[in-house]
């Protein structure tokens, strides 16, 4: 990988000025120093030395950075103005508090959970069975959907009736591309002690283990997979306006918005994943940051990084609202070291003074299903995320249907937390061993996602960036602008 100050070899004029102007210092504090002249010679390669500084600074790709940001020029002053300062909407938390939160607790907390096999094994139902269109030809049979651990690694309680399917290369049900594909080795397996509970939020039946199946999340990073196209439109299409159309200026019904808003910070986020993790050349088979997309898809919208900013907010209010059901939970796969380990984690994450301090209720969920209709308006938005939460299994790509299954339980998870329990005639919170892994995993998700738009800089910032002329691909992506989490996936070929 190139330094941070490799110099942006598109600007052939700036690089000669910088290397002749290093010259004329260089040349002139020797005449000094041959002179006799030490104190001026000091002084003028100081000088020298600042001014190489600030040239370097507008050469490097490090001039991006916000540590770095008092040595841009003034007439760059207006990338602040996209800056996101202020409260969250409908949230009691600051965007700058929300990312100081993230960078220092949440996020390295979260990168670690999410690793440990308690956190890293998802149930699934992966095979296709869409409701809604399903002579769309692009979500196929069942069968299409194959187990490729080998049995013995299946908890016994979690066995399939039948293991056999299509061979470990046959993607014909797959649309698109062989990335894809699912990869369902397991490593570890031994799961118990957890409740067998529905969730009301949900289409699929969670306590219904006959067609899950156990993936393991970190072969399956979220990333780029060539879904794209109709059926990938049809999807949002369908997610967006039968399900939670977007709200007019004039909308008072918060929980029609708050529907909305965390539909689109879910979708914001899943477009950071792909565009973060991107095939940017399939001939070399080359993957990394593909910036433009970032900004196209979300950077430039700044509704939907606030969106994603009010879902993280959510999300993060369900975790913490079942603080005690998660700290008393079984962190049990089998494997103790690990196991305690998680354990820890999540105490540390719920119980963390810093998030206490700085966010301590980051959304108030008592303020909704107040007026009259508060319970029929609570049905119909329930039913409305049950539809979307069923439009997952019409995703034509099995690893994009992984993660939309996932992040769409972790939504309801949430969303059971906050609004399901503790109302009259509810039992207390119970919740299954997978929704809190659904749970934990989307919160990870939206943290790495908040991650990349501060690293990535405000929404300005790129314009700048994108603006100037088009970079060599090594360029670009230089290793400097790259979130950590990306870094650090398991699959990103280096
Ligand atoms: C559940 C699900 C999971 C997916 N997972 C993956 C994956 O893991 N990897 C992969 O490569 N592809 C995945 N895809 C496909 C991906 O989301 C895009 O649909 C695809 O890349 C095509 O993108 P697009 O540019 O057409 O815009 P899309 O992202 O498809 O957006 C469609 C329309 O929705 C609106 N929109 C976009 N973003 C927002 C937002 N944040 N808020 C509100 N409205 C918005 C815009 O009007 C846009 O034109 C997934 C699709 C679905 C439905």
């Known amino acids: 990988m190139e330094s941070a100050l490799h110099i942006d070899s598109t600007k052939p004029r700036e690089i000669s000025l910088y290397a002749k102007l290093m010259v004329e210092i260089?040349?002139?504090?020797?005449?000094?120093s041959h002179g006799g002249d030490k104190k001026r010679m000091w002084r003028w390669k100081m000088v020298g030395a600042l001014i190489a500084v600030l040239l370097a600074t507008s050469l490097t790709p490090w001039r991006h950075s916000r540590r770095f940001s008092f040595l841009r020029s003034p007439c760059r002053c207006s990338e602040d103005s996209h800056k996101y300062t202020g409260i969250v909407e409908d949230c009691c938390c600051d965007y700058e508090t929300v990312d100081s939160v993230n960078e220092a607790v949440l996020y390295p907390l979260l990168q670690d959970l999410v690793t440990t096999p308690f956190f890293r094994y998802f149930k699934v139902k992966l095979w296709c069975d869409c409701p809604f269109w399903p002579d769309d030809g692009m979500c196929r049979l069942r069968d299409c959907s194959v187990c490729e651990c080998p049995e013995h690694e299946f908890p016994e309680a979690f066995k399939r009736p039948s293991l056999h399917g299509l061979a470990k290369d046959d993607l014909i049900c797959q649309e698109g591309k062989p990335e894809a594909a699912v990869d369902r080795t397991l490593?570890?397996?031994?799961?118990?002690?957890?409740?067998?509970?529905?969730?009301?939020?949900?289409?699929?039946?969670?306590?219904?283990?006959?067609?899950?199946?156990?993936?393991?999340?970190?072969?399956?990073?979220?990333?780029?997979?060539?879904?794209?196209?109709?059926?990938?439109?049809?999807?949002?299409?369908?997610?967006?306006?039968?399900?939670?159309?977007?709200?007019?200026?004039?909308?008072?019904?918060?929980?029609?918005?708050?529907l909305y808003k965390l539909i689109s910070g879910l979708h914001s986020s899943?477009?950071?994943?792909?565009?973060?993790?991107?095939?940017?050349?399939?001939?070399?088979?080359?993957?990394?940051?593909?910036?433009?997309?970032?900004?196209?898809?979300?950077?430039?919208?700044?509704?939907?990084?606030?969106?994603?900013?009010?879902?993280?907010?959510?999300?993060?209010?369900?975790?913490?609202?079942?603080?005690?059901?998660?700290?008393?939970?079984?962190?049990?796969?089998?494997?103790?070291?690990e196991d305690l380990k998680a354990h820890s984690l999540i105490r540390q994450l719920i119980h963390n003074p810093k998030l206490q301090a700085a966010c301590p209720l980051p959304f108030d969920e008592a303020k909704l299903w107040q007026g009259q209709s508060g319970p029929e308006l609570k049905q119909q938005i329930q039913k409305q995320f049950r539809n979307i939460s069923a439009l997952m299994d019409c995703v034509g790509c099995e690893k994009c249907r992984l993660w939309g299954k996932l992040q769409v339980l972790g939504l309801g998870t949430a969303l059971k937390i906050l609004f399901?329990?503790?109302?009259?005639?509810?039992?207390?919170?119970?919740?299954?061993?997978?929704?809190?892994?659904?749970?934990?995993?989307?919160?990870?998700?939206?943290?790495?996602?908040?991650?990349?738009?501060?690293?990535?800089?405000?929404?300005?910032?790129?314009?700048?960036?994108?603006?100037?002329?088009?970079?060599?691909?090594?360029?670009?992506?230089h290793e400097s602008w790259l979130p950590h989490w990306w870094k650090k996936m398991p699959m990103s070929p280096s």
């Open 420 to 477: 399901s329990v503790d109302t009259p005639g509810r039992r207390h919170l119970q919740l299954q061993r997978n929704e809190v892994i659904a749970l934990m995993n989307l919160l990870n998700r939206l943290s790495e996602s908040l991650k990349s738009v501060t690293d990535m800089g405000s929404s300005a910032a790129m314009d700048v960036l994108l603006s100037q002329p088009p970079l060599q691909t090594n360029s670009l992506i």
């Open 270 to 337: 899943i477009s950071i994943h792909i565009a973060a993790d991107y095939l940017l050349d399939e001939t070399t088979n080359q993957w990394g940051a593909n910036l433009e997309l970032m900004h196209d898809r979300v950077l430039k919208h700044p509704e939907r990084v606030q969106n994603l900013y009010f879902t993280f907010l959510f999300v993060l209010r369900a975790v913490t609202k079942a603080a005690s059901y998660l700290e008393q939970a079984e962190y049990d796969s089998g494997n103790h070291v």
């Open 26 to 32: 260089e040349i002139t504090s020797k005449k000094l």
């Open 187 to 258: 490593d570890t397996k031994v799961f118990r002690g957890w409740p067998e509970v529905d969730n009301p939020w949900t289409n699929d039946d969670e306590t219904d283990n006959n067609e899950m199946t156990y993936v393991n999340l970190q072969l399956n990073p979220e990333r780029y997979t060539g879904y794209t196209g109709p059926s990938a439109r049809r999807i949002w299409d369908a997610v967006y306006s039968e399900n939670c159309p977007k709200y007019s200026s004039g909308e008072s019904c918060q929980e029609k918005k708050v």
